[in-house]
Each structure stands twice: as structure tokens, then as C-alpha cells.
């Protein structure tokens, strides 16, 4: 009999529960449900309607049991970084903030001011990043926080919240910036600066441990199907990362979506003074591995563009637009903090950037959707070089996944600026990441090796190489820029 599977894969924007079976030797996936995610303002902090996002899941797992699928395994990723703090009854004290809330503007600076940023590096080799898990909890309210029983990572808490089984997965709780690399536990020194002791978090688990049953008392209120839940990576990244194809000898990945991962899978960390002065980090990564990578704004900016146009255009037609435009016409620091969550709009942040550094001002939506992709590119391509220079060897290939992969325009201009052999798909990667794990631990494939054959089986990858018109003049204006802008 066919094992059943479904991945619960919440991002930003949206989320949605993919069912996956193997059927003759290749994995095949069905959207069963999706549902919008984002957070809204509450007693004067962006928060995430965590209630909604398990409600929704419910609503899925209906639907599952509706189509015939009365027995499946279950597994949970979302976003990096949140948390739920969880009172001494069990219930949550608060709706949990959201990374882009803006009460972490300086925090880095107030923290760092007692730890040396390289101290902190080479404790965690996280990357700083002002919503890092760190900085959010030393803004965090003293009094809930001395009410907090337990902290509980977002997927983890949905898990909880499922089961009534608590634990701490290790992909997602390296990204707090406070878990010790040589330790691999929470670093007492980091702990302390926050006010939070290592008791209130629930114990630390691997991607691939079986968390368990639904609780009763959910069968009770919803029609569900019998269900066992596999704690999975549950960081999405890390999950694209496991349903990435891995082709080329020395590939790099670049996980394309609300936020852009760019980054190579490796056995052991690397936080030497190279990548801590790129600001790399080293989140771990299922079976034992760790996510060498940078974060880059990514598709954020795009998908507020879309938002804020007066007429409504699909992606698909914004790239149709794009590619009636030049690219390069500016220059633009996708990274720039101005563009994490800009109060006046993010067209005009981005008029404002380019109007302030003296460069062409994009105005049709053509022109703007050009001026995203073709500088997104452009970063990629630059990190690509850093990336390569840090490892101390080229990297052969770049393989794309999310929704960036079916960008055609943005992968073959960065493929022809790295110089670089690029394979883009699958889409949905980190709903595929999140199946295989869950695989592997039933016994149904026996390693990631095996599952990226069966990826590569399944889906269809396309392959973008280098044209002759390698960009290399705009390339190097680039670089140029970023270090004049950074500076």
C-alpha cells in the first residue's frame, strides 16, 4: 500500500498543505489546500495570527479526509526566526511579532555593545541580521518573558499545538543566533544577555524525529484523517535545501522566494574571518549538514511592486513587461535595509534609492519590474564570486528553487553574469524537502542521495548557460557601486 503524505508549508505571504506519494519510481505532488498568511497590527506591533494559520491546517486536513486519504504522515516548516512564548498553563501569552516588526531597528548595536560582534561569530556562525531571535528576545517584554514557561519556534509551537508534544527542532533554532556551533546546545553566555534560561526552551530534536499522534480531543472537533507528525527541518529554507537537485560537482543553491538563500550545503561550518566580514552564516541543515549562506531581500521587493501597482499584473506579466526594458539601468543594493518593510511603499523606495544616488528613476511597471530582477541578478552574481572565494574553490553550478526558479529572465542573466551553468526547478522544493524527510524516516527512501535522484526523476529542471554577452562591464560597475554604497 502507498504511504500518504502532506507537508504543511507556511510562508510569508501564504500557505498550503501538499499531499506526496511515490508512484512508480517518482515522487507526485497535489496541492490540497492554500490559504494567505501575514501578520496585521496589534497592541502596537505587527503580529501573526498564529490561531488562523492552525485553523487553516485543520481546514486542509479535512479536505485530505474528504478526498479518501484516511490514514497520512505529517510535517510542518515555516519561516525562521519568530517565536510563541507560552505561559505555565500552556496556553500562549501573546500573538507572536513578526520579524519585520521594527522594534529590533537598533538592537544590534544596544547588544553588541557589551559582546563583540566576533565574539558572538564565532559562538554561533550566524549571520547578523536585526530580527534575528537574539535581538527580538532582548527587546522582548520582561514581564511575559518571566512568564514564559517555554519559547517555542513558530513550526514547533503549531506542532505543539497539534500533538501536545513539545521539542525544539535544530534547522529552525539555529537561526535564533543563539545556539553554540561546537556545543550544540544554547549558549549560556547569549542566553543570559536576553534574560531567557535554557529550561524554557523545549529540548532540542534532529530533522526526521517522529513528534507523534494528533491529540484526541481534535477528532472531536474536525473530521480528520488518522495522522502522525514528523518533526521535519522545519526551517523552509532548510527544507528547499533537502529538495534541492544538487546537480554539478561544486553546486551552490539559491532558495528564490519571498527572501532569496543563496548558499552551498556543507559538512562542516565555516566561520573564519572571511565569512563572518560577508556576513555569512552556518544555520544547520538536516542530517548533520549546515546551510553556508547569505540572505538576500529576494522576491519580497517584487511582490510589493505587484501589490502597489495601480493596475493588477501577474508575475508572469511583469516579466513579459521586463523583458521589453533594458537591464541595468540602475544600480541597486537589494539588501539595503530601507527595503525590509518601507513605511511609503516600495515603489517609491525604490525611486527614492535611485533618485538619491543620481541614476535613471523607474516609472512604468516595466521598468521597475526590470530594475528588480536585473539587480537581483547582479547580487546574485556577486555573491557568487564571494561565495567561491570563501570556500577557496569556483563553484561549477547554481541550482535554483521556489518560485525565482520559474523567472526565466532573472536565471539566465545571472547565469550569463556568473559565468555559472544554472538549473532551475523544482518550484516547490520546500514542500518537496519537507515530504522527503518525512520519507526517509519511514523507511520509504533511504537517504538524501537517493531522494535527489528521485527529484531529478521526477521534475522538470531547466538548464540556463552563459550567452556571449556576459554583462562584464555592468558586472564590474556593480561590484563598484556596492562598495561605494556600503562604505
Known amino acids: 500500500m502507498t504511504n500518504t503524505y502532506v507537508a504543511v508549508d507556511i510562508g510569508a505571504s501564504s500557505g498550503r498543505l501538499m499531499l506526496g506519494q511515490l508512484h512508480d519510481g517518482k515522487l507526485q505532488l497535489q496541492e490540497m489546500h492554500r490559504f ?47 517565536y510563541v512564548l507560552v505561559g505555565q498553563d500552556g496556553k500562549k501569552l501573546q500573538d507572536p511579532i513578526s520579524y519585520r516588526d521594527d522594534r529590533t531597528s537598533n538592537s544590534i548595536a544596544k547588544l553588541t555593545s557589551d559582546l563583540p560582534k566576533d565574539y558572538i561569530y564565532k559562538k ?15 527587546e522582548e517584554d520582561k514581564e511575559l518573558l518571566a512568564q514564559t514557561s517555554k519559547i517555542m519556534m513558530i513550526p514547533d509551537y503549531i506542532g505543539y499545538v497539534l500533538t501536545g508534544k513539545a521539542v525544539t527542532e535544530v534547522t529552525n533554532a539555529s537561526t535564533t543566533q543563539m545556539l553554540n556551533l561546537r ?28 513528534l507523534g499522534n494528533l491529540s484526541t480531543s481534535w477528532y472531536q472537533k474536525y473530521d480528520l484523517p488518522q495522522t502522525e507528525v514528523i518533526t521535519v527541518a522545519t526551517h523552509d529554507t532548510a527544507s528547499a535545501v533537502v529538495g534541492t537537485p544538487g546537480i554539478g560537482q561544486h553546486w551552490a543553491y539559491l532558495s528564490s522566494g519571498t527572501w532569496s538563500l543563496l548558499g552551498s550545503e556543507l559538512n562542516v561550518p565555516e566561520n573564519g574571518i572571511e565569512a563572518y566580514r560577508h556576513n555569512y552564516t552556518n544555520e544547520w541543515g538536516a542530517y548533520g ?15 510589493n511592486v505587484q501589490k502597489e501597482l495601480p493596475q493588477a499584473y501577474s508575475f508572469a506579466e511583469l516579466v513579459t513587461l521586463a523583458q521589453k526594458e533594458k537591464p541595468f539601468q540602475q544600480y541597486i543594493d537589494v539588501n539595503d535595509s530601507r ?6 511603499g516600495m515603489i517609491k523606495e525604490l525611486q527614492s534609492y535611485c533618485q538619491e544616488t543620481q541614476q535613471t528613476v523607474p516609472q512604468t511597471p516595466g521598468e521597475l519590474a526590470m530594475a528588480v530582477y536585473s539587480n537581483l541578478s547582479l547580487y546574485y552574481a556577486n555573491e557568487l564570486e564571494i ?30 553574469l556568473a559565468q555559472i551553468d544554472v538549473y532551475a526547478g523544482p518550484s516547490e522544493a520546500t514542500a518537496i524537502g519537507n515530504l522527503i524527510v518525512q520519507m526517509i524516516t519511514q523507511g520509504d527512501i533511504l537517504n538524501v542521495y537517493l531522494a535527489r535522484r528521485l527529484i531529478i526523476d521526477s521534475f522538470n529542471i531547466k ?3 552563459p550567452k556571449s554577452n556576459n554583462y562584464s562591464e555592468q558586472f564590474d560597475q556593480y561590484k563598484r557601486f556596492l562598495k561605494e554604497v556600503k562604505s
Do not use: C
Not at 183 to 210: M, R, S
Not at 290 to 302: D, E, Q
Not at 339 to 344: G, L, S, V
Open 36 to 82: 494567505k498568511n501575514g501578520f496585521v497590527k496589534k497592541d502596537g506591533h505587527d503580529r501573526w495570527q498564529i490561531d488562523h494559520l492552525i485553523e487553516e491546517i485543520f481546514r486542509g486536513l479535512e479536505k485530505i479526509k474528504q478526498a479518501g486519504y484516511s490514514k497520512i504522515t505529517l510535517g510542518i516548516d515555516t519561516w525562521a526566526v519568530d
Open 124 to 138: 554561533t556562525g550566524i549571520q547578523f541580521l536585526d530580527f534575528n531571535t537574539l535581538y527580538q528576545l532582548f
Open 183 to 210: 556545543e550544540g546546545l544554547f549558549d549560556h553566555d547569549l542566553l543570559k544577555k536576553v534574560n531567557v534560561y535554557p529550561d524554557q526552551f523545549p529540548k532540542l530534536v534532529d530533522a526526521g524525529t517522529v
Open 289 to 303: 549538514t549546515y546551510r553556508f549562506l547569505k540572505n538576500i531581500m529576494g522576491l519580497w521587493i517584487i511582490q
Open 339 to 344: 527595503f525590509t518593510n518601507p513605511a511609503n
Open 387 to 416: 561565495l567561491g572565494d570563501i570556500l577557496g574553490y569556483p563553484l561549477d553550478s547554481l541550482n535554483i528553487v521556489g518560485g525565482g526558479s520559474n523567472v526565466d529572465l532573472m536565471n539566465q542573466l545571472t547565469a550569463t
Open 463 to 465: 538548464k540556463f548557460t
